[in-house]
């Protein structure tokens, strides 16, 4: 039994639900049953429908961040329906469609938790899955059937968008919205996208809905008809040298979702001046950087982590009003394995989200 604070406030026992997980770091997913703790009073109950496959599951089942706890249940693109409510829980009802993203708590009270940026939490926030909750137990994310959460971290799913192509929006579709609206992705605003896979698709969506010309910098031209039924105005390979003398200094912004490490001063070269080169890639390895391709043209490399509760709101309403899901393949939870390999091997078109109904 865990040992909460809010215990007294509990309904029901702890409640163990089948789920697929990483026993240890490189090994394969297997399936597996794993505790959920009873609701609280401010937490709901959701039963999980879909959870997308995001590139940071891999990086950290894999234990490429380092300091994986295992066993690892990932999964932070989860969207469901509310099957149970705690007694102060104010936001939803029973039959509600949520979604939970990639945190589950934070302090509350920093200066960051005030202003929304619960991401940033100085008092150190609890992530959906491969961290440690308030309660000291491990957290576990998605790939299962069902989860309890606080609803100050659950958000609405609008009824304009099905649950399964709503559910990479809340790590994909965040954490792209997020910096573009930040460095001001507009009409009149030429903005690139590096990397076409799960963040780089919902960028070229999000980016055209938001008015900007959109360009693709992906590594060849394979997914070019692709890029350009999603928004894009422009498509270029990077594997391509004269792709770097065409568009040098064109970009206001360019937001690169790249899971691996890049040469970031050869992308610097395509900001016009005064540009921003937004990363938020979390490649396992560390990049270099001649500073000198910083220096001219007074350009910022900026980064950006997800966002927080309330624009992850904000983003899903964004989505509904313009109409934009993932670009999805449904798999069943014994096809996790094999969709790894295809994210590793840049073979996704353009998120895999597990039909949480084969977990069981
Ligand atoms: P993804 O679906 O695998 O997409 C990454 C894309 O990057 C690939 O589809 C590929 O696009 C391109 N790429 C891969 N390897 C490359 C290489 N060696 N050189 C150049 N391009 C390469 O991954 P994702 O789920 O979108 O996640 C992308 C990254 O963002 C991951 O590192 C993930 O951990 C991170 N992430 C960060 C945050 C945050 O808060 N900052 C949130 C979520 C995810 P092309 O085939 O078009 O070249
Ligand atoms: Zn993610
Ligand atoms: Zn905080």
Redesign the pocket.
């Known amino acids: 039994m865990s040992t909460s604070t809010n215990a007294t406030t509990r309904t029901t026992p702890n409640t163990h639900v089948a789920a697929w997980a990483a026993p240890s770091a490189k090994a394969p997913l297997e399936r597996t049953t794993i505790p959920r703790r009873p609701v609280g009073a401010t937490d709901v109950r959701i039963e999980i429908k879909y959870a997308g496959i ?3 599951d891999i ?1 950290q089942a894999q234990d490429g961040w380092g300091e994986g706890i295992y066993p690892m249940v990932p999964g932070h693109e989860i969207a469901g329906v509310v099957t149970e409510v705690g007694p102060a829980v104010t936001k939803f009802a029973v039959g509600d469609r949520v979604g939970v993203g990639c945190l589950v708590d934070s302090c509350r009270e920093c200066d960051n938790c005030k202003a929304g940026l619960e991401q940033h939490c100085t008092g150190g926030n609890v992530g959906t899955y491969n961290a440690i909750g308030k309660d000291g137990e491990p957290t576990y994310g998605g790939y299962s059937t069902h989860v309890v959460v606080d609803e100050a971290f659950t958000v609405r799913i609008p009824d304009g968008l099905s649950l399964d192509v709503a559910a990479p929006l809340l ?2 579709g965040i ?1 792209t919205y997020s910096p573009l609206k930040h460095w001001g992705a507009a009409p009149g605003k030429k903005v690139a996208v590096i ?6 698709h919902m960028a070229v969506k999000i980016a055209h809905a938001m008015g900007a010309e959109v360009t693709v910098l ?2 060849s031209l394979r ?1 070019k008809d692709d890029g350009l039924k999603l928004g894009a105005d422009h498509y270029y390979a990077t594997s391509d040298p004269k792709t770097f003398e065409e568009l040098a200094g064109s970009f206001d912004v360019i937001v690169s ?4 490490p ?1 040469d970031f001063g050869a992308y610097l070269g395509l900001l016009r001046t005064g540009g921003a080169l937004v990363n ?4 396992e390895e560390p990049v270099s950087l001649n500073l000198f391709s910083l220096i001219g043209g007074n350009k910022t490399l900026a980064g ?3 966002g927080g509760i309330a624009e992850t709101q904000e983003m899903l309403d964004f989505c509904a009003e313009h109409g934009l899901g993932s670009e999805i393949e449904l798999i069943r939870a014994d096809q996790i394995n094999e969709a790894y390999e295809r ?1 590793l091997a ?1 073979d ?1 078109r353009y998120r895999f989200v597990i039909d949480a109904a084969t977990i069981n």
């Open positions: 995001c590139h940071s990086h790590c994909a954490t990397g076409l896979g799960g963040l780089g992906s590594q997914k979702t790249v899971s691996a890049l938020v890639g979390a490649p950006s982590m997800i994210v840049s996704v």
